[in-house]
């Protein structure tokens, strides 16, 4: 199926790898043009260069860090520089550490806002004059399935993820007259280094963790980033125009809820 991704521009975060990456190389696949972000250059930079070489399409890397409130005007303005226009932000990158709610002081209060409801708020304000400009686009943002089906231990990105999901059905409605989009994505268990690292977080052995959380998802196995990336490809494109507001898990079946 031709979704109609060729020669539109989008910016992907945390583009060098995991989830970000998959959607970078899945756009790209597309024929789409990108800038890609993330804080380590080097990852970053090979990242941008496979992804160029594989697909023929332009992948400009920018190293920031997405906590940074200068940073989100400079990512899109690399966009504007190299592309002259822009159609697509994919709000994506790291998330605050996990720990029980009584363990966090108002410093890592303040970074996870920081990181998963401001880096948005300021990403989207910075895009949207361009998103207009260009007469459609989409907003895609990667939260998680704990923002609806809470897990002990992942407090901080909870509380600012349920955040992110009122900002986004918010703004979903007030700017659809410009036909843009903007949706949530909520992964469930996905193969990527953050989710060695959640398996490795407590005293069990890894494999033992993976394969516990593994029978718990209805389809049997753990997530892939193409899994994720295949949705993110539909909803920014012309197939997906008209759905919107959405927030729409990708976990295998993981979810028990009728929602
Ligand atoms: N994997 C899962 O099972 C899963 C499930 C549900 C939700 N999620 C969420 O999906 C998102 C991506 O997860 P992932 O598994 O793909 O993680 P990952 O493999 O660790 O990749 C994270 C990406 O974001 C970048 N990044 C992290 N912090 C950043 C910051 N402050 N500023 C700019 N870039 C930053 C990283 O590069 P640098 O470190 O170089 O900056 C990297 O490119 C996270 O928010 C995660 O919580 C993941």
Redesign the pocket.
Request: proline share 2%.
């Given at each position: 199926m031709e979704l109609g991704l060729k020669n539109k521009v989008a910016i992907v975060?945390?583009?060098?790898?995991?989830?970000?990456?998959g959607i970078a190389d899945r756009l790209a696949g597309e024929g789409a043009n990108l800038v890609i972000?993330?804080?380590?250059v080097p990852?970053?930079e090979a990242a941008a260069k496979t992804l160029s070489e594989k697909h023929g399409v332009k992948v400009i890397p920018v190293s920031?860090?997405?906590?940074d409130q200068d940073e989100s005007g400079r990512i899109v303005q690399t966009a504007i520089d190299q592309f002259g226009r822009l159609d697509i932000l994919v709000n994506?990158?790291?998330?605050p550490p996990l720990g029980s709610i009584e363990s966090f002081d108002d410093v890592a209060w303040q970074k996870a806002v920081e990181?998963n409801l401001f880096s948005v708020i300021r990403m989207v304000r910075s895009a949207l004059p361009h998103l207009k400009a260009a007469g459609s686009g989409s907003v895609l943002n990667?939260?998680?399935?704990?923002a609806i089906q809470p897990i002990a231990g992942f407090g901080l990105?909870v509380a600012t993820w349920a955040g992110l999901i009122g900002y986004a059905k918010t703004l979903s409605m007030e700017i659809a007259k410009y036909g843009i989009n903007v949706n949530t994505i909520?992964?469930?268990?996905?193969d990527?280094?953050?989710?060695q690292k959640?398996f490795a977080a407590g005293t069990e052995s890894p494999e033992s963790v993976r394969a516990k959380l593994t029978a718990e998802i209805p389809l049997g196995r753990i997530g892939s980033?193409a899994d994720i990336a295949n949705l993110v490809a539909l909803l920014v494109s012309p197939a997906g125009a008209y759905i919107t507001g959405c927030t729409i898990p990708v976990d295998g079946g993981l979810l028990r809820a009728l929602r």
């Open positions: 975060g945390g583009g060098s790898m995991g989830i970000g990456y972000f993330a804080r380590r990852k970053l920031a860090d997405i906590r994506n990158d790291g998330a990181q990667i939260s998680a399935i704990s990105s909520c992964p469930g268990y996905i990527t280094d953050r989710l959640v980033t």
